[in-house]
Every structure is written in C-alpha cells, then in structure tokens.
C-alpha cells in the first residue's frame, strides 16, 4: 500500500539572496564559491582554460578583468550644485599609497610620476603615471581636479552654464552658425523689442526677415554675405546691451567703422586686439598692473596686425590652441601674470613652453579614452583611477554598515560609520587593482 502524502509545515527556510554590488567577485575570491569552484579551476579557467575556449570562439581576449575601462571613470561630470549626502571619493593620497602596496605585492618593478610619451599624428601625447613598471608597462594614473583638464572633468553643460567668452572672432562664428544653419534657440525678445515693432529701424527689419529666412528656407551666397554683416553688427549691440563685461570695451571705433565698411580683416584685427586686451585685464587684477608693461603688449599686438593684415594677433593666436573656449588653464594663467608683471621680449616662446609643461602633468578626456585602446595596439596597460570612479565612494554608500551603527550625526559611532564605509571602500579598489594587474599580465603575456 501506497504511502499517503502527507504536507507539513517548514519551521525553518533559507531566505533567497541576491547579489549586492559589494559582495566579491568569485574571479577574485575564490573562497566565496564552494567546490567544485576551487582555486585551481578558476586559475585554469582565468587563464588557458574556459576563457580561452570562449576567446577562440569569438576571435579576440575577452576582457572580463579589465576593471578600469573608460566608462568607470564616471567624467566628464556634472558637479552637485548644492546639497549633501553625496558620497565622497577616496583621498588621491590614499588612492596612491593602496595601488603602490598592491603592484609590489603582486610583483610589479613600479616607479612614481613617470611622464610617458606617446607620438601621434599631430602632437607628443605626455601621460602622467603615478605608479608605472617600464618593463611590462603596467600602471596607474591617479585622476583627480589636479591632473586632469577642467574641460575633460566637467560636464559640457556644467561649463557652457558656468562660462562667459571673451568676445572673439571664433566666438561669433560659432553664434553665426549656429543662427544660420539649423539651431533655432534663438530668443528674439533679447535681441529685439518685439513690443514695440513699430519702432523698429531698418536693421531691426533686415535682422528679423533673416531670422525667418534661415528658420523656413536657406540662404544663397549673396544673402549669406549680407546676412553675416547683420548678425554680427545685432550681435555686438545685444552684448553691449545686457552689458556682458567680456563685450566691447577697447577699440570700439574700429569695429564699428569695420562693420560700416563690411571689411573682414579690419574686422578680424579690431575684434583680436579688443580680445587681447580684454584677457590682459582678466587675468591681470588690477593691482598688480604694471602700465609700461600693459602699453608695451599692446604696442606689441598693434604693430603685429599692421605688418601682418588678415591674420589673427600673435596673442590670440597662442591662446586660442590653448584651449577652447578661451578659459585660461590655471598654471598658464600664472605663468602669464608672472609675464605681464616683468615684460620679456621673448614671452611667446614662453608661454609656449609653459603649456608644454602643463601638457606633461595633465591628462584630457580624449587621451583617457584612448587608454583603453593602447592595451591592443601599444601593449600599453595603464588603468585610470578616477575620482569620480563610484565603486570606491563611501560615506553612506554601505547600507548593512549604516543599519548597523544608526547613528545620530557627529557622535562617536556615526564617525565609526564613515570609516567603516571608507574601509570598504577601500577593499573594492583593493580587489580591482589585483584584478587589473592579473589582467594586464595575461594580455601581455607575463
């Protein structure tokens, strides 16, 4: 006789458990996975075993253990503008004691603050490494506000918010394109009174039937060249009008006699000078003006665009490679005070090899991108860590350790929370950087 099926009541279950961004990565700790997964097979499927089978399937080296691609670097981004509560990132100094420990322990010959050059097409690219072996050329490059180019760190909406351009010629071609050939943002309430249309003059007229033409058809050749003429003249009296600081505020006469005349390279050499003499008094506070020095520059820039008509001044010139828009690099800025305090008749040769030293002592977006690509093609492994990496912030970021302590802000044990958090954050970087080196000593063959 069959048993009768019987049903009880389970007095004990294990609770289903998912992963948890912070548990370990089996790859990386073995003993999280119970037998069969034993240290030896995940040596063997790390190495010639599981991945290599997969590898030979798909024609390339899976990249499982490159735990700091580009996309972990969290840049540009968009700083909080107010607030609290958002999670801080591990101290550089920190950062670079950890990484140094972990490549000696896992057998890496390391130097600190190597310039490493790589030639390009068109420029020496310099990669300032805080920890870097030459021979399997692995290393770390520690990112932070200090090495790192502003444009490359913050968010383009962030700076076009936070920016105000010196008015220049490459500034108003930019508005001219984007007026003329598909942006339509345009607010004609700022550049006209739309209340007042009777009063409008013939410009007035002429600008807002541009306005229409590029919005709802195109402009041929002819009305392109006048058209320019308008914006340009429209756009200088909107500036003056909301009273931007970095408008016209020198050479005035000439600009406006350029525009009357239509002719581009008066133009141009009224617009560089009133530039030039604009970023003189933006970078220079007033009290340290030094007028025989200011005059002299100026001397210098004028007599320039006499004996070279058409072309954009030497001062401009140099400055707009630095960086565009025309926000001056902190350490250029300083090395251009030191020259506008002391005139050196040689100062462009020096401001060129100033920004050459800033070029080997920071990093921009385009050549930390390019990082992930040298590990194929240069046998190059250097991995950034960033700051805005969010693996390794903390400060709230652990909620077991938070539940735990429940601790009022200030006290004892809420400052035992942000070290516990700081601690685990700490351990993640740990396991990525023993990952990336195993990684990077697999892909060149150590």
Same mark, same amino acid.
């Given at each position: 006789?069959?048993?009768?099926?019987?049903?009880?009541?389970?007095?004990?279950?294990?609770?289903?458990?998912?992963?948890?961004?912070?548990?370990?990565?089996?790859?990386?700790?073995?003993?999280?996975?119970?037998?069969?997964?034993?240290?030896?097979?995940?040596?063997?499927?790390?190495?010639?075993?599981?991945?290599?089978?997969?590898?030979?399937?798909?024609?390339?080296?899976?990249?499982?253990?490159?735990?700091?691609?580009?996309?972990?670097?969290?840049?540009?981004?968009?700083?909080?503008?107010?607030?609290?509560?958002?999670?801080?990132?591990?101290?550089?100094?920190?950062?670079?004691?950890?990484?140094?420990?972990?490549?000696?322990?896992?057998?890496?010959?390391?130097?600190?603050?190597?310039?490493?050059?790589?030639?390009?097409?068109?420029?020496?690219?310099?990669?300032?490494?805080?920890?870097?072996?030459?021979?399997?050329?692995?290393?770390?490059?520690?990112?932070?506000?200090?090495?790192?180019?502003?444009?490359?760190?913050?968010?383009?909406?962030?700076?076009?918010?936070?920016?105000?351009?010196?008015?220049?010629?490459?500034?108003?071609?930019?508005?001219?394109?984007?007026?003329?050939?598909?942006?339509?943002?345009?607010?004609?309430?700022?550049?006209?009174?739309?209340?007042?249309?009777?009063?409008?003059?013939?410009?007035?007229?002429?600008?807002?039937?541009?306005?229409?033409?590029?919005?709802?058809?195109?402009?041929?050749?002819?009305?392109?060249?006048?058209?320019?003429?308008?914006?340009?003249?429209?756009?200088?009296?909107?500036?003056?009008?909301?009273?931007?600081?970095?408008?016209?505020?020198?050479?005035?006469?000439?600009?406006?006699?350029?525009?009357?005349?239509?002719?581009?390279?008066?133009?141009?050499?009224?617009?560089?000078?009133?530039?030039?003499?604009?970023?003189?008094?933006?970078?220079?506070?007033?009290?340290?003006?030094?007028?025989?020095?200011?005059?002299?520059?100026?001397?210098?820039?004028?007599?320039?665009?006499?004996?070279?008509?058409?072309?954009?001044?030497?001062?401009?010139?140099?400055?707009?490679?630095?960086?565009?828009?025309?926000?001056?690099?902190? %350490?250029?800025?300083?090395?251009?005070? +030191? @020259?506008? =305090?002391?005139?050196? $008749?040689?100062?462009?040769? *020096?401001? /060129?090899?100033?920004?050459?030293?800033?070029?080997?002592?920071?990093?921009?977006?385009?050549?930390?991108?390019?990082?992930?690509?040298?590990?194929?093609?240069?046998?190059?492994?250097?991995?950034?860590?960033?700051?805005?990496?969010?693996?390794?912030?903390?400060?709230?970021?652990?909620?077991?350790?938070?539940?735990?302590?429940?601790?009022?802000?200030?006290?004892?044990?809420?400052?035992?929370? %942000?070290?516990?958090?700081?601690?685990? +954050? @700490?351990? =993640?970087?740990?396991? $990525?950087?023993?990952?990336? *080196?195993? /990684?990077?000593?697999?892909?060149?063959?150590?």
């Amino acid at each position: 006789m069959k048993k009768q099926l019987e049903i009880k009541p389970v007095l004990r279950y294990n609770k289903a458990k998912y992963p948890k961004y912070t548990d370990p990565n089996p790859l990386d700790d073995p003993q999280a996975l119970p037998y069969p997964f034993s240290k030896r097979m995940l040596d063997w499927a790390t190495g010639i075993g599981l991945l290599g089978v997969t590898s030979a399937c798909q024609g390339e080296v899976q990249e499982v253990a490159n735990t700091f691609t580009f996309n972990r670097t969290g840049l540009p981004y968009f700083p909080a503008m107010f607030g609290s509560g958002v999670p801080d990132p591990l101290p550089s100094k920190e950062i670079r004691a950890l990484t140094l420990q972990v490549c000696k322990e896992e057998g890496l010959i390391v130097k600190e603050d190597v310039v490493y050059k790589i030639p390009d097409n068109t420029r020496d690219n310099f990669y300032p490494i805080a920890i870097f072996d030459e021979e399997k050329k692995i290393g770390f490059a520690i990112l932070d506000n200090n090495n790192t180019e502003e444009i490359s760190l913050l968010d383009p909406n962030y700076l076009q918010w936070r920016q105000r351009k010196i008015l220049s010629i490459p500034f108003l071609e930019s508005l001219w394109s984007q007026f003329a050939y598909g942006n339509r943002q345009f607010s004609m309430d700022e550049w006209l009174d739309m209340e007042n249309r009777g009063a409008w003059d013939k410009e007035d007229k002429a600008f807002y039937e541009l306005f229409n033409k590029t919005t709802f058809s195109s402009l041929s050749e002819q009305e392109e060249e006048e058209g320019r003429w308008i914006f340009y003249k429209k756009a200088l009296e909107h500036f003056d009008k909301i009273g931007d600081k970095n408008s016209l505020r020198y050479h005035k006469k000439a600009i406006k006699n350029a525009l009357k005349q239509k002719n581009t390279e008066v133009f141009q050499q009224a617009i560089h000078l009133n530039f030039f003499i604009v970023l003189l008094h933006e970078l220079v506070p007033e009290e340290e003006w030094n007028q025989k020095v200011m005059e002299q520059y100026i001397a210098d820039q004028r007599s320039w665009l006499a004996q070279n008509p058409g072309k954009q001044s030497a001062a401009s010139n140099v400055l707009a490679d630095l960086k565009e828009p025309y926000s001056i690099d902190s %350490q250029v800025e300083k090395a251009l005070q +030191a @020259l506008f =305090r002391n005139y050196h $008749s040689d100062w462009k040769e *020096i401001l /060129w090899d100033t920004r050459e030293e800033y070029q080997k002592s920071h990093v921009n977006l385009e050549e930390i991108r390019a990082l992930d690509k040298f590990s194929d093609e240069k046998k190059l492994f250097v991995a950034p860590i960033s700051f805005e990496d969010q693996r390794f912030s903390y400060h709230f970021t652990e909620k077991e350790l938070i539940e735990r302590w429940n601790a009022p802000r200030g006290s004892e044990d809420f400052q035992n929370m %942000q070290q516990g958090t700081k601690e685990a +954050a @700490l351990k =993640r970087l740990e396991a $990525s950087l023993r990952a990336y *080196i195993r /990684w990077a000593k697999l892909q060149g063959g150590y």
